[in-house]
């Protein structure tokens, strides 16, 4: 059935594809070399384009004079997959008391470096600019969680743990 041929033939064909996927490798990395570009490859301008507006400041402490904690408990359970309120430590770590504490402050919680980084407490506008992106906050943080695009979200979680401090 088989004989030394056939295992030649294959054997030559299995090392021709390879020789030749490695032929187009090197040619495409001659003909298109990525870091000569840097991060943006290309910046395509657009006639008559305007400058993007920038961002209407929020009030956040103008936002909790409206929060409502019922709500913001409700919204809570986003985070309770995580975070606990009575004092232990989850795969995040316990949020009672939160509100005023100092940043990766939690005795006993391995926290990531980024978030070690930080100074300063967890105002309430700090809370909210996390909650809003908080790799976007605190790059490389650990926390997977990708925020709460809605102000009034924010507020209430935060009203939430701040009636539990």
Same mark, same amino acid.
């Given at each position: 059935?088989?004989?030394?041929?056939?295992?030649?033939?294959?054997?030559?064909?299995?090392?021709?594809?390879?020789?030749?996927?490695?032929?187009?490798?090197?040619?495409?990395?001659?003909?298109?070399?990525?870091?000569?570009?840097g991060?943006?490859?290309?910046?395509?301008? !657009?006639? *008559?384009?305007?400058?993007?507006? /920038?961002?209407?400041?929020?009030? +956040?402490?103008?936002?909790? $004079?409206?929060? &409502?904690?019922?709500?913001?408990?409700?919204?809570?359970?986003?985070?309770?997959?995580?975070?606990? !309120?009575? *004092?232990?430590?989850?795969?995040? /770590?316990h949020?009672n008391?939160? +509100?005023?504490?100092?940043? $990766?402050?939690? &005795?006993?919680?391995?926290?990531?470096?980024?978030?070690?980084?930080?100074?300063?407490?967890?105002?309430?506008?700090?809370?909210?600019?996390?909650?809003?992106?908080?790799?976007g906050?605190?790059?490389?943080?650990?926390?997977?969680?990708?925020?709460?695009?809605?102000?009034?979200?924010?507020v209430?979680?935060?009203?939430?743990?701040?009636?539990?401090?």
């Amino acid at each position: 059935m088989f004989d030394t041929m056939t295992l030649t033939k294959i054997g030559a064909g299995l090392f021709g594809a390879w020789l030749i996927l490695l032929l187009g490798k090197w040619g495409a990395e001659e003909l298109y070399h990525a870091e000569a570009h840097g991060e943006q490859s290309y910046v395509i301008e !657009v006639a *008559g384009a305007e400058e993007a507006e /920038p961002e209407e400041e929020i009030d +956040v402490m103008a936002l909790m $004079a409206e929060a &409502d904690i019922s709500k913001g408990e409700g919204v809570f359970r986003k985070c309770s997959a995580c975070h606990k !309120v009575d *004092g232990t430590d989850g795969v995040g /770590p316990h949020l009672n008391g939160v +509100v005023g504490r100092d940043v $990766a402050s939690v &005795d006993g919680f391995g926290y990531s470096g980024a978030l070690t980084s930080l100074e300063g407490d967890w105002t309430e506008e700090a809370l909210f600019g996390f909650l809003l992106n908080p790799k976007g906050y605190a790059p490389g943080t650990t926390m997977g969680f990708a925020g709460l695009k809605k102000p009034a979200d924010k507020v209430n979680v935060i009203a939430y743990l701040q009636s539990l401090n």
